[in-house]
Structure formats: C-alpha cells, structure tokens
C-alpha cells in the first residue's frame, strides 16, 4: 500500500519529514541534515533501505513497502553518558507507539529489541551525531516473511495480529513516544526510564542467558540494570559482570 506521505504531515504538523522511496540507510541522510541544523523531531523515512544498518555491524533486513525505517534526529542536552539510558528510553517509546497503535503488548531485551512472543519485530540503533542523538529505529509491519536466517527469530505485527497494519498510524505514535519519553528523560532524570523498562523487560532481572561479547561467551542470570542503564549479570561461577554491550540470548 503507498505511504500516505500527506496524510502523515496532517497529523504531524510542523514537523520536518523526508520520505525516501529507496536509500542506502535513514541513519546517513539523518546525520547529512543533522549537520544542516535541521530540528529536533525530524524525520527521515524510506519505503526501502539498501544499506540498512543494525546493532553490532549487522545489517537490518528493509524490504520495500513493508516496514517502518525511520531516523529521528534528536536534540536534547543529554551528556554522551546518559547514551545507554537514551537507547532504553527509544525501546520504551516504541512499545508504547505499537500498543497504542495495535494493541500488542510487547517485550524489551536489553538494550533495544522489541519482541513479541519472543521473536523480534524492531530494533532500534542510536548513534551520537555531534549535539544530536540519531534514533533509527526498523518496525517489521506488514512482513509476511523473512529471508530463511531471520525467519526462525524474527516477527511483524501483520504475522502476529493476521491484518495489514498502518504504518502512517504506528510512525504519528511513534514520533508522540519519543517526544514524551525523551522529555521525560530530560525533566526526570534517569531514575523512570530505568524503571520503567525494569518492569516492561522480562530480560533485567533473574532470566538465564548468554551474552555474546565479541570473543566470548558469558552464562549467567541477570541482576538488574545500574544507574547507567548498563546490564548486570551474575555469572554462573559467581561473578557479577556488568555489559556494556553484545548480543543477549535465552539459555537453558
Ligand atoms: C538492531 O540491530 O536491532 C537495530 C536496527 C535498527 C534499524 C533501523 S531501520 C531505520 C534506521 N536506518 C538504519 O540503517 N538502521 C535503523
């Protein structure tokens, strides 16, 4: 179904979109119009990204017409340290703008997927530009497959509800919820966010899994988040080791 590109404006006024009907990757023409000045709240979309960028140097899977591949630039006077909190605080946002928009309630893994029946249906990349923060952010929406290495882990809204779901609605709730949580941030300091996604995540505490650390692999349950918004993990040999980053899985 075409974007509705007009309608999107109506119920964004004011705000600075750019639609894309392909790219590279949302991520680069964010940081281009960052450069430039833009706003804070802008946005750049595209119906289909070529290059499109994930966490840990992956790639994000970004079929034309079918999900929502958006940046966000934002311009908040975060320090680089409240980074980790920001990233918890974009997953949040996007929890809330698919509940609002379909229903669903999902589940957050730390730091930034967002799964639903614990297969994954966004994820989100924040990249400090400068001043601005980049918030990308890629909802698997009207998916109805995957290429055959994501389709054991990964999920859309339209799998999950059996109906095509709107992208134009998701992105107007999407756009509110980062607003409304990175001011949140901003007036409240740390302390919500952190708790807010304690309890929204059944990953922060007393959930076995494996951390992938690049090169090795820790075993443990996890112990909560520190005020950094950083993981805690108390290793099966009873250290407690805090993550900074990596790739968090279930285990047995
Ligand atoms: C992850 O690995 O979970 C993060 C995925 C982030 C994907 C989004 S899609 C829009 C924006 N542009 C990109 O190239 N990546 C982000």
């Not at 007009?6 to 023409?29: D, F, K, Y």
């Not at 964010?30 to 499109?52: D, P």
Request: net charge positive.
């Amino acid at each position: 179904m075409p974007f509705d590109l007009a309608g999107l404006r109506s119920e964004l006024p004011g705000r600075q979109i750019e639609w894309h009907s392909v790219i590279g990757s949302t991520m680069t023409e964010a940081s281009r119009l960052a450069a430039l000045g833009c706003a804070s709240g802008t946005i750049v979309g595209a119906e289909e990204q070529t290059a499109g960028k994930g966490r840990l140097g992956r790639t994000w899977h970004s079929g034309p017409g079918a999900g929502l591949y958006v940046s966000i630039i934002l311009r908040y006077p975060f320090q680089p340290s409240a980074r980790p909190v920001v990233t918890l605080a974009l997953g949040l946002a996007t929890c809330e703008a698919i509940q609002k928009a379909t229903g669903i309630v999902c589940d957050l893994r730390w730091p930034n997927d967002v799964l639903i029946q614990s297969r994954k249906c966004a994820g989100i990349l924040t990249e400090l530009d400068g001043p601005a923060i980049l918030a990308g952010i890629g909802i698997n929406v009207n998916h109805t497959s995957f290429p055959e290495e994501l389709s054991a882990t990964a999920t859309s809204l339209r799998m999950l509800t059996g109906r095509l779901q709107s992208r134009e609605k998701l992105l107007v709730e999407l756009a509110r919820s980062v607003d409304g949580f990175c001011r949140l941030l901003e007036r409240e300091g740390r302390e919500p966010i952190l708790r807010m996604f304690s309890s929204a995540s059944s990953y922060v505490s007393g959930r076995r899994v494996q951390v992938d650390a690049g090169d090795s692999v820790l075993r443990g349950t996890t112990a909560g988040l520190n005020h950094a918004g950083f993981l805690i993990l108390r290793q099966d040999d009873g250290r407690e080791s805090v993550i900074l980053a990596g790739g968090v899985r279930p285990c047995s």
